[in-house]
């Protein structure tokens, strides 16, 4: 189906420049190879140990971002909630999450690659990467997150 819908979509595009059709949209072609996609500390507001990559937009600005977060077997991150709704595909790994303000391992469901899930804002949770974990994370930002406990910031009482 793939390659029936390659020389479609091509001469669908070439038949649309041929005719000169005008237009005033901004093209917007973003592809991110994943052997060439940058990966650099996460934010402070996570604990210590995962990666992150911008793959579109600026998470910490209003507007659309889509971000890659990678994590290693283990990491945890405790119970907090988003203000805006916090889209996740798991692309590798299995990731844990549960629901409440008190971690609780034995509340907790295996979302496989390949999971999607899409929290409301304030729904309070709490995740556990399962083998190296990489999320992909996409909505309109700025994204962040609260701890239901200030004690679990990593970037202690002073933020």
């Known amino acids: ?33 994943p052997d060439q996609i940058t990966w650099g500390p996460a ?10 990559a911008v793959l579109e937009g600026d998470p910490s600005v209003a507007g659309a971002y889509t971000i890659r977060l990678q994590m290693p077997d283990g990491y945890r991150i405790p119970p907090h909630f988003h203000h805006a709704t916090e889209h996740v595909t798991v692309v590798k790994g299995t990731f844990k999450v549960g ?15 390949g999971t999607f899930a899409a929290l409301e804002p304030g729904v309070r949770h709490f995740a556990e990467a399962k083998g190296v974990t990489i999320l992909q994370l996409h ?17 202690g009482s002073t933020h």
């Open 99 to 113: 629901m409440g303000e008190t971690f609780d391992a034995s509340k907790m469901t295996a979302l496989p690659m």
């Open 43 to 52: 934010p402070a507001v996570l604990p210590p140990g995962a990666k992150l």
């Open 139 to 155: 909505g309109e930002g700025p994204w962040g997150l609260t701890y239901v406990n200030q004690a679990d910031d990593p970037r």
């Open 1 to 33: 189906m793939r390659i029936l819908l390659a020389p479609l979509f091509c001469l669908s595009a070439s038949v649309a420049l041929a005719q000169g059709t005008p237009t005033t949209e901004k093209i917007h072609v973003i592809v991110a190879l």
